[in-house]
């Protein structure tokens, strides 16, 4: 009794793909594109940080401001006029 060897079943491989993108001008062209694309990445996030530190700067100006007494004094008079009947 002879046992025939069980060859193993082709498997296919797979072939690198033919594209020839990574060597023409439009293959890096669209590879730069996805670079500048991926580079702004936290663009926002850093846009939100800036206009949070700038209103935080101007909140602390305008409580500077209305601390002084000329401001005060402005502020109560202009009070005072509207409250005032005639």
Same mark, same amino acid.
Request: glycine share 6%; with cysteine.
């Given at each position: 009794?002879?046992? =025939?060897?069980?060859?193993?079943? #082709?498997?296919?491989? #797979?072939?690198?793909?033919?594209?020839?993108?990574?060597?023409?001008? =439009?293959?890096?062209?669209?590879?730069? @594109? $996805?670079?500048?694309? $991926?580079?702004?990445?936290? @663009? @926002?996030?850093?846009?939100?940080?800036?206009? &949070?530190?700038? @209103?935080?700067?101007?909140?602390?100006? +305008?409580?500077? &401001?209305? $601390?002084?007494?000329?401001?005060?004094? &402005?502020?109560?008079? +202009?009070? $005072?006029? #509207?409250?005032?009947?005639?």
């Amino acid at each position: 009794m002879t046992v =025939a060897a069980n060859p193993s079943p #082709a498997v296919p491989t #797979a072939s690198p793909p033919s594209c020839t993108c990574r060597t023409s001008a =439009a293959g890096r062209l669209a590879s730069a @594109a $996805r670079r500048l694309v $991926r580079a702004d990445d936290g @663009a @926002a996030t850093a846009e939100y940080a800036i206009v &949070i530190m700038a @209103a935080v700067g101007f909140a602390g100006l +305008l409580v500077t &401001i209305m $601390r002084s007494d000329e401001v005060r004094g &402005i502020l109560s008079d +202009l009070v $005072r006029s #509207a409250l005032s009947v005639g």
